[in-house]
């Protein structure tokens, strides 16, 4: 956490400057590759999964919202929809597209009302925020009682540093296997995700996504690790084992007042 100015906290906003700067500069790729229906992993899976954990009306704030296609899909299920990135070139994208209403804002200073917004998504953008504990204290702050947080992250356990297919074919019998990094230490790392695209990463257990959230009052109520796509398993076609992976996390919590359910 970082210092307290007035009774809120505020985090050391020097930590995101460089990850910022590469989403800036890298925005297109992000939009080239991953938005408006191209990636199969976002229209087969992480649109549809996120859609089923949806209320069917009320306020969505999707933070880190980069071209807003999460955004989007709550306008298209019924909610009123906001998107908020902290980096411009994404909301360019996004103010493009018709749907939802798009602000500049970091995840972890959000210019939202106290308990005004009944469902706010991270979608793949906390693995990239350096103050983890104020990105779930704004989320919970900014949420109704009863609300909910659906945060969508690469799987902690098994998208570690270094975790990635093995085929071994030195031992006897040959051997496939998952291989999964160093686990419990966290770890900043820069990431060449596509030729010559750096992209910061900070990798951390699973008890501390859970565990941060509890201490905002926000409890896990789901989750699920769903199978890889079919499409990204035609890709790993020579690794039979690749649908028993799971590439992605999605965790729904739910915003209790001291402890109680709504
Ligand atoms: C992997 S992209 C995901 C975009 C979007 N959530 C989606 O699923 O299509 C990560 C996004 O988080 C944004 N981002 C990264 N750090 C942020 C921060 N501290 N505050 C707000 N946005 C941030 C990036 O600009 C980028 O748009």
């Known amino acids: 956490m970082g210092e307290t100015t007035g009774g809120r906290a505020v985090g050391d906003r020097s930590q995101d400057e460089a990850s910022l700067v590469e989403w800036e500069r890298h925005a297109a790729w992000w939009h080239r590759e991953f938005t408006g229906g191209v990636d199969a992993e976002y229209a087969e899976q992480i649109l549809p999964l996120l859609a089923s954990h949806l209320p069917s009306s009320g306020r969505l704030l999707d933070v880190g919202c980069g071209d807003g296609q999460v955004a989007r899909l709550g306008t298209d299920s019924g909610l009123e929809s906001f998107g908020l990135d902290a980096v411009r070139a994404q909301l360019d994208a996004a103010a493009l597209q018709r749907g939802a209403c798009y602000l500049q804002a970091r995840v972890s200073e959000l210019p939202v009302a106290t308990g005004s917004v009944d469902v706010v998504v991270a979608c793949l953008v906390l693995e990239h925020v350096a103050d983890l504990d104020l ?3 704004e989320a919970s702050r900014v949420l109704r ?16 540093p270094g975790s990635g297919w093995i ?6 019998p040959p051997e496939q296997y998952w291989r999964i990094g160093p686990y419990l230490p966290e770890a900043t790392t820069v990431e060449e995700v596509d030729d010559g695209v750096e992209i910061t990463f900070h990798h951390r257990p699973l008890h501390r996504y859970i565990n941060a959230a509890a201490a905002s009052g926000l409890w896990l109520e789901h989750l699920d690790e769903p199978a890889p796509p079919a499409a990204y398993l035609e890709r790993y076609w020579a690794f039979p084992a690749a649908d028993t992976v799971p590439r992605l996390a999605l965790l729904r919590f739910r915003r209790l007042v001291g402890g109680r359910a709504p």
């Open 135 to 137: 990105a779930l204290a």
């Open 145 to 160: 009682h009863g609300g909910r947080l659906l945060v969508v992250l690469n799987h902690p356990i098994l998208q570690t």
């Open 167 to 172: 085929d071994d074919q030195l031992v006897d």
